[in-house]
């Protein structure tokens, strides 16, 4: 199957099937860690340190849902927010809802591994810090003792 984040998400209309259910098994294998309900709902929950954090990601997520014209249930609580993907037109689900989770899945992973390459990079930027204050402080106590 094609790459679902790479696909644009196309209106749906009424009169258009939802998805079968073997259709809706091979899209979920593309989709991390979301839930089908009744073949016609997608849930994903993701978990935050912090309140703001919970925001800032809705925030980008509703970037996202603007550009593909195609817009997730929200529901957050506090460090947790909840997306519910479905097509309201068709009552079930399509192939936008999956495009829709691929996204939110690509937003997340992508801010997951900025996250793991900061903290890197601010620790050896601390560490630097360190052996250059202990060599200044080397330096000093070689030049005066």
């Not at 259910?21 to 593309?30: F, R, S, T």
């Not at 990601?57 to 993907?85: K, M």
């Not at 809802?97 to 992508?110: E, V």
Request: some cysteine; hydrophobic content about 45%; aromatic content about 10%.
């Amino acid at each position: 199957m094609a790459n679902l984040v790479a696909r644009k998400c196309v209106p749906c209309e009424g009169g258009t099937p939802p998805l079968e259910a073997d259709k809706v098994q091979e899209y979920l294998k593309e989709v991390e860690g979301g839930e089908v309900y009744e073949d016609k709902l997608i849930k994903k929950t993701f978990k935050f340190k912090t309140f703001r954090e919970s925001i800032d990601f809705v925030n980008r997520v509703a970037n996202v849902a603007e550009e593909e014209q195609h817009h997730p249930d929200i529901h957050i609580r506090y460090s947790r927010v909840t997306f519910e993907l479905t097509t309201h037109a068709i009552k079930g689900l399509s192939e936008n809802d999956f495009i829709m989770a691929s996204k939110i899945d690509l937003l997340h992973n992508w801010e997951e591994k900025v996250e793991k390459v900061v903290v890197k990079k601010l620790f050896s930027i601390k560490l630097l810090i360190v052996v250059i204050v202990f060599l200044t402080l080397l330096l000093l106590w070689q030049r005066f003792f």
